[in-house]
């Protein structure tokens, strides 16, 4: 099992900065991508961004591209969202997501993990 720990969360204006991060212990051995997810009130939940376990596949969601940025620290088993020039539609439960080698391959055996989330209020 892998368990997800976000931190960094809070109310902040539009225009600032906020920076996430999420933390993964257990049996983190197996895991390659690390991402962000996003949900605001009566919509679904939407990627925001994510990244590979070398850094060499990362994305971005329109909507956040120029504005987020997303870095992964190996030896911690640690992925940050650096989250600058906020608008208030970014204001959602921020989600943190691992997935083992198998589930980005598409195998039945694949495991994916969710932190419980993080709330993010921007104001106008």
């Known amino acids: 099992q892998v368990q997800l720990v976000e931190a960094g969360g809070g109310v902040v204006q539009a225009g600032g900065s906020l920076t996430l991060s999420c933390a993964a212990t257990g049996n983190t051995y197996n895991i390659n991508t690390m991402g962000w997810y996003r949900q605001a009130p009566g919509k679904l939940r939407e990627l925001v961004a994510s990244i590979t376990l070398d850094g060499s596949s990362r994305k971005i969601a329109d909507s956040v591209q120029g504005r987020f940025t997303v870095s992964r620290d190996n030896a911690n088993d640690t992925i940050y969202l650096q989250m600058d020039s906020l608008k208030p539609e970014d204001s959602g439960d921020y989600f943190c997501?691992?997935?083992?080698?198998?589930?980005?391959?598409?195998?039945?055996?694949?495991?994916?993990?969710w932190g419980k989330g993080i709330l993010v209020t921007i104001s106008s």
């Open positions: 997501h691992a997935a083992d080698w198998s589930y980005d391959y598409g195998l039945d055996a694949g495991k994916d993990y």
